[in-house]
């Protein structure tokens, strides 16, 4: 997809990406090796801080699909720092999602659709990937969502 009309997708959903974030621990945010772009996990975050719950405790699905889909957003401001330009995303190749989540809860697929349905809407083709939803017992600074990817990038 072009830049320009990855642009134009973003401008018309009112997106915004971030800067690039600064590592939480001893981490790169993203290492290139050849055309595969690994990015760091990335935690959820609401007004610039862990958004913090448990799936199936105090936390419901569509509160963890808006926490996975402001992931993607962070995920693609992440991107866009890598590669300096959106357009050279040839393909989002993996996706892997941990949701902190009980025992008991059993959407973690269905969290993590607010990140990949992102993606898509923003990239086209290019945006659908595999992907692993796992639910976890708890993720760093007590986020609901962690996601990473690893990216095909454009010479």
């Known amino acids: ?58 936390t419901d699905t ?30 989002i190749v993996k996706v892997m999602s941990l949701v902190n989540s009980t025992p008991d809860y059993t959407e973690q697929h269905l969290v993590t659709n607010g990140c990949s349905e992102l993606f898509a809407t923003v990239l086209g083709e290019a945006g659908k990937h595999a992907r692993s939803a796992f639910g976890v017992a708890q993720i760093p600074m007590g986020a609901c969502v962690e996601i990473e990817l690893i990216a095909e990038i454009a010479d």
Do not use: C
Not at 31 to 56: M, Y
């Open 62 to 91: 569509a509160t963890g699909q808006a926490a996975a889909r402001a992931i993607a957003i962070d995920l693609l401001g992440t991107l866009q720092a890598a590669t300096g330009d959106l357009g050279k995303v040839k393909r």
């Open 1 to 58: 997809m072009s830049t320009s009309a990855i642009q134009a997708k973003l401008d018309e959903l009112g997106i915004t990406l971030p800067p690039l974030a600064v590592p939480a621990a001893a981490y790169q945010p993203f290492v290139r090796s050849g055309n595969l772009l690994f990015v760091s996990g990335h935690i959820a975050k609401k007004d610039g801080k862990p958004w913090v719950g448990q799936l199936g405790r105090d």
